[in-house]
């Protein structure tokens, strides 16, 4: 294993393709890209990398990282999934009290969960509306993680690919009770049947964890929605991620599912350390925000009330 971990009680077209190289930190890059598979019609996926130009809150916070895959009818979706991102960035970097990167990242998880279910039952639109989330920090070479759903977290670390996450999906606890095996799991019918989302009820079960080996050199951490593991198990993850350049690697991933058929959004979030940095033009959409961010006042805002839609 390569991680501890304790639980909290209990789009045919692509719209947005971006990489980044870290200019105060060349050594970390990270790609994201997202796309609406073969059938949908909108993009209820979204994910950010979130990083500060302050040194000072850099040492005491890291990097985020950010994935989220949406539910609800007309679009509503979208909105959980943006909401998502944005609170918890919010909420996870002007936390300046406490240390424990868990603890905070919790925090940031029960909020957006709390604004997220009172504008789905203040407002009769967003009505059933919720979200997976997966967040990542990257800390001084230590890795942290949250997550509620099934979207998924997994490190790639000398030829070997873990999960970071584990699925909050009523399968899932067949397989943990021993009622049925993970490779009947991986074509059970039932395989996307929610057990716990952001948004939609009061409470919100999140786990959390922190990595017991570091991110070094040539590691990758991965971040996906159910739109791409459905349809490209964890061996095969495993291969493309030796080999492949990120960017390559990316493209493949959303290519080869859509190949495969694709019936969902599909979302990947790539990061890496590596030798070198490179320039890499920076495109930016309103389907995944990445604001550079250089003090708390820099936060996104105008997600307090049960008004927000964008």
């Not at 790639?156 to 399968?171: C, G, M, P, W």
């Not at 599909?266 to 990061?271: D, E, F």
Request: aromatic share 8%.
């Amino acid at each position: 294993m390569f991680w501890k971990k304790k639980k909290k009680a209990d789009i045919g077209k692509k719209q947005n393709d971006f990489a980044l190289n870290m200019q105060d930190q060349p050594d970390l890059k990270v790609v994201i890209k997202t796309d609406l598979g073969n059938v949908r019609t909108n993009n209820e996926d979204a994910a950010s990398f979130f990083r500060m130009k302050d040194e000072t809150i850099i040492r005491e916070k890291g990097h985020l990282i950010v994935l989220a895959d949406g539910m609800g009818g007309h679009q509503a979706g979208e909105v959980a999934s943006k909401m998502a991102l944005e609170i918890i960035s919010q909420e996870y970097f002007k936390q300046t009290r406490e240390k424990n990167i868990e603890k905070i990242l919790a925090r940031a998880f029960n909020t957006a969960n709390k604004k997220i279910f009172d504008l789905a039952s203040e407002n009769e639109k967003y009505h059933g509306m919720g979200t997976t989330c997966t967040a990542i920090v990257i800390l001084s070479g230590a890795i942290y993680f949250a997550h509620a759903g099934d979207s998924r977290a997994y490190l790639y670390k000398n030829k070997s690919i873990a999960r970071l996450t584990e699925d909050h999906t009523y399968v899932h606890e067949l397989v943990r009770s021993g009622g049925i095996s993970a490779e009947e799991a991986e074509k059970h019918p039932q395989r996307n049947i929610l057990i716990n989302a952001m948004g939609t009820k009061p409470s919100l079960r999140v786990d959390t964890g922190k990595c017991l080996d570091t991110f070094d050199r040539h590691d990758r951490l991965l971040l996906c929605s159910d739109g791409l593991y459905d349809y490209i198990n964890d061996d095969e993850l495993a291969k493309i991620l030796d080999y492949k350049l990120l960017e390559e690697a990316a493209d493949y991933l959303i290519d080869e599912t859509k190949r495969r058929g694709a019936y969902d959004n599909i979302t990947v979030a790539l990061a890496e350390m590596t030798d070198t940095a490179k320039d890499i033009n920076l495109k930016l959409t309103r389907d995944i925000d990445l604001p550079v961010l250089t003090r708390e006042t820099d936060l996104p805002t105008g997600i307090n009330t049960s008004e927000y839609d964008r």
